[in-house]
C-alpha cells in the first residue's frame, strides 16, 4: 500500500516561515488595496462643505436668524455638484500602482479646486456683512447670489443700470453730465464693449475689459459701490449693446434681471447722417463711405434690412420679451434737444437718484458740423419710404409699453422731415442735415 499523504494542518499557513500566499490572501489583499482608497475618499467628501447655491436664504428674515450663508465664485458652470463630480473622477484617475494618491497629486488636485471654486463663508446677520461678501465676488454668479440677498435693503443694485444705446443719440453728452453726480460712478472709460467685442476678441483695441474680474472690478467699480454702501450708482453705457438685443437681451436677463435700462432714440435719417459722418471725418480727412459715394448712397447702404444697425424696433422687441416694461427708460433725442432739464430731471428719478443734482447743464458733445448734403427730393423721399415703417413701428411699441405718447413721438420726427423738404429748391435740389 502506499503511503496516505499527512495533511497540514489548517493554521499550518500562518505558522513563521510559512507565510506563503494563498488564493484566498491574494483575492482579500487585492480588496484591501482597492477599497482603501476609496474610502478614504467616501470620508473626504462626506466632510467637504456642500457650495451649492440653495444655501443662501429664500426670505430676509431668513438671514437675520443667522443662518450660513455661502457665496459660490465658481468659473466652472453647474456649481459644487459637478465640482464635487470633477474632484471624485479627478481621484480615481490619479491613482498609484498601490492604488493611493500620492501627495504631490493631492496638492495639484486641492490647488485646482481653490483656483476655479472660490468659495466665502460668513453668517451675514447685517447689512454691512453681506456687503463683505459682495466685495469678493469674482464672478457673474457670485453677484447674482449676493443680490438675493442684498436686494430691497440697498439704495441702488449692483450693477444699477445699462445705457444701452443708440451710437449718436447723445448718449456722450447724458453720460458726461451724471458724471458730475455724486451718487454716479462713472467707468474709466465709457464704453467697456464686454457684452459685444469683448466676447469674441479680448485683444480687439474696442475691448477695454481684460477679463471678466477686470470688468466687475475696474468699469463696474465693485470696490467704490461696497465701500459707499451701495449708495452710489454702477452703470456700463456701451451703447452698442441696443442694436445686439436678440443676442445680449437674454444673456443680460440671466445675469442680472433687476438691472435698469436707458434707450435714448433719434429721428432715423438724422442718427445715420450723423453715424455716417462719424466713421468718414476725421481730422478733416474724408473716409469711408463718403470718399467715394454720395451720403444717399451710404445711407441707403446702412438702411439696408441685413445690415443690423438698420432699425430700432426689431433690436427693441428682443429687449421687451426678457425685461418688464418698469425697468425701461426710452429718451427720445428731439425731446432732450427741446427741454434737456426736464428730461434729464426724469430719467435721475427713475435711477433713484437726487434729481436736483448736479446743478450743472446738459451740453452737447460730440458734435460734428456740416452744412448739408445735397440729394434730389425723389431720394429722400425714397429714404422717408424706408424708415417711415420703422419710425411708426417704434412708436406704437413705446405707447404700448406705457413708455411715451405715440403721437408726440412721430410727431417730432415727422417735424424734421419737413424741415429737411422745406430745404429743396425749384430744381428739386435738397439739402439735408441731421437734427
Known amino acids: 500500500m502506499g503511503r496516505t499523504p499527512i495533511r497540514p494542518s489548517p493554521l499550518a499557513r500562518f505558522t513563521p516561515g ?11 489583499s487585492s480588496i484591501i488595496k482597492v477599497m482603501l482608497p476609496l474610502a478614504l475618499i467616501s470620508i473626504v467628501l462626506a466632510t467637504k462643505p456642500n457650495f451649492s ?10 438671514l437675520l436668524s443667522g443662518d450660513r450663508l455661502e457665496f ?10 459637478e465640482a464635487e463630480a470633477v474632484a471624485v473622477e479627478g481621484s480615481l484617475d490619479g491613482r498609484g500602482a498601490d492604488g493611493l494618491l500620492g501627495q504631490q497629486q493631492q496638492q495639484q488636485q486641492q490647488q485646482q479646486i481653490q483656483e476655479e471654486e472660490k468659495v466665502v463663508t460668513a453668517t451675514p446677520v447685517d447689512f454691512d456683512s453681506a456687503l463683505q461678501q459682495l466685495s469678493y465676488c469674482e464672478t457673474f454668479e457670485c453677484i ?43 467707468s474709466p472709460v465709457k464704453e467697456s464693449h464686454y457684452f459685444t467685442t469683448c466676447q469674441h476678441f479680448w485683444n480687439h483695441t474696442n475691448c477695454m475689459a481684460h477679463n471678466t474680474s477686470h470688468y466687475i472690478h475696474e468699469f463696474l467699480r465693485l470696490e467704490d459701490a461696497v465701500q ?21 437681451a437674454p444673456e443680460l436677463y440671466n445675469l442680472f434681471p433687476w438691472i435698469k435700462l436707458v434707450v435714448i432714440m433719434r ?15 476725421r481730422e478733416h480727412e474724408i473716409k469711408g463711405c463718403l470718399a467715394g459715394r454720395s451720403m444717399f448712397d451710404c445711407l441707403q447702404y446702412h438702411l439696408d434690412p441685413k445690415e443690423a444697425n438698420s432699425n430700432y424696433s426689431v433690436p427693441l422687441e428682443s429687449w421687451f420679451q426678457y425685461f418688464p416694461a418698469s425697468q425701461f427708460h426710452i429718451i427720445q433725442f428731439e425731446e432732450l434737444q427741446e427741454d434737456p432739464a426736464s428730461v434729464m430731471r426724469r430719467l435721475k428719478e427713475f435711477l433713484g437718484m437726487d434729481p436736483n443734482l448736479p446743478k450743472k447743464e446738459l451740453k452737447n458733445t460730440n458734435l460734428r458740423k456740416s452744412g448739408g448734403y445735397k440729394m434730389t427730393i425723389e431720394e429722400y423721399r425714397r429714404l422717408l419710404e424706408q424708415v417711415r415703417w420703422d419710425s411708426e413701428r417704434i412708436a406704437s411699441m413705446v405707447s404700448e409699453q406705457g413708455l411715451g405718447d405715440k403721437t408726440k ?12 423738404l422745406e430745404t429743396c429748391d425749384d430744381n428739386g435740389i435738397c439739402v439735408i442735415n441731421s437734427n
Open 409 to 420: 413721438w412721430l410727431g417730432r420726427w415727422e417735424k424734421v422731415w419737413d424741415e429737411n
Open 72 to 81: 459660490v465664485t465658481s468659473s466652472q458652470k453647474g456649481g459644487g455638484a
Open 267 to 281: 429721428e432715423p435719417l438724422s442718427r445715420l447722417i450723423s453715424y455716417v459722418r462719424m466713421y468718414t471725418q
Open 18 to 28: 510559512r507565510m506563503r500566499p494563498t488564493p484566498g490572501r491574494k483575492w482579500r
Open 228 to 248: 459707499s454702501k451701495l449708495e452710489r450708482v454702477s452703470v456700463d453705457a456701451s451703447v452698442d449693446y441696443a442694436w445686439k438685443g436678440g443676442s445680449i
Open 144 to 186: 447674482k447670489q449676493a443680490h438675493t440677498v442684498l436686494a430691497g435693503r440697498s439704495r441702488f443694485n449692483f450693477p444699477h443700470f445699462f445705457l444701452i444705446g443708440w451710437q449718436k443719440c447723445a448718449t456722450t453728452s447724458v453720460n458726461l453730465n451724471l458724471r458730475s453726480h455724486p451718487e454716479y460712478l462713472p
Open 53 to 62: 447655491a440653495h444655501h443662501l436664504p429664500e426670505r430676509e428674515d431668513d
